[in-house]
């Protein structure tokens, strides 16, 4: 029996959630050869969601309209649409309204998040982050790549990097914390993640984030107060 999507999955933004990504089932998109990881979700096959989400190569999904917008960071491979090719370490906003046929050559992994941009306001994003420079942050080994603030600080998106041992310091998240482990171990709250893990801490979560062996993460801030 071929699996479906539950339409509540981690669905109350008030609760922590975790999970390992490389321990969950691949689930049959409405397209074939596009297969999901929910991480997340509320909704049927419209839904507020987040998911890994896998294209076999030379499969393709129809053109569609992203109503309420569409974030997403490839993981492996190249992406790809009308705008061109996205390789692995792209970060890509498709503001609400905004429309596309998405395929991939030679297959690709996403990290996507759906339907979680306000409605109006929202500026498109295209940025090949292995091109651009890491910036020091708050602590020693501790260093960014800003992807994206909202102007009313509300969102706040990056890649950050801790070296083996560093620290990002005792802090208060007001906004609440998403991240996805792209690489290496991170410790939380005395619990240690390893690569591919995505983790969620409400608003109103206080700790410190270290690593014994370096870690690469995608990370976004402040939008779970919204």
Not at 60 to 78: M, N, R, T
Request: proline share 7%; with cysteine.
């Amino acid at each position: 029996m071929s699996q479906t999507v539950s339409p509540y999955l981690n669905a109350d933004l008030t609760q922590p959630a975790a999970a390992k990504v490389d321990e969950l089932e691949w689930i049959p998109s409405p397209q074939p050869g596009v297969l999901r990881r929910p991480l997340d979700r509320e909704g049927g096959e419209v839904a507020r969601a987040t998911s890994i989400v896998r294209f076999k190569g030379g499969e393709a999904f129809p053109s569609h309209v992203h109503a309420l917008g569409e974030e997403f960071l490839v993981i492996d491979g190249v992406f790809s649409d009308e705008d061109g090719d996205f390789p692995t370490g792209t970060y890509v906003r498709n503001p609400p309204g905004t429309k596309h046929a998405p395929h991939s050559r030679e297959g690709c992994e996403i990290f996507v998040k759906l339907r979680q941009m306000r409605p109006e306001g929202e500026p498109q994003v295209v940025m090949d982050t292995t091109a651009v420079d890491w910036e020091p942050a708050e602590s020693d080994g501790y260093t960014r790549i800003p992807l994206f603030e909202a102007d009313d600080g509300s969102e706040y998106v990056a890649l950050e990097n801790l070296e083996a041992g560093a620290s990002t310091g005792s802090r208060s998240l007001s906004g609440g914390e998403e991240i996805l482990l792209l690489e290496g171990d991170l410790d939380l709250e005395g619990e240690t993640f390893e690569a591919r893990a995505w983790i969620r801490r409400p608003a109103g979560s206080s700790y410190e984030l270290s690593s014994r062996g370096g870690c690469k993460f995608w990370v976004k801030r402040g939008h779970l107060a919204r």
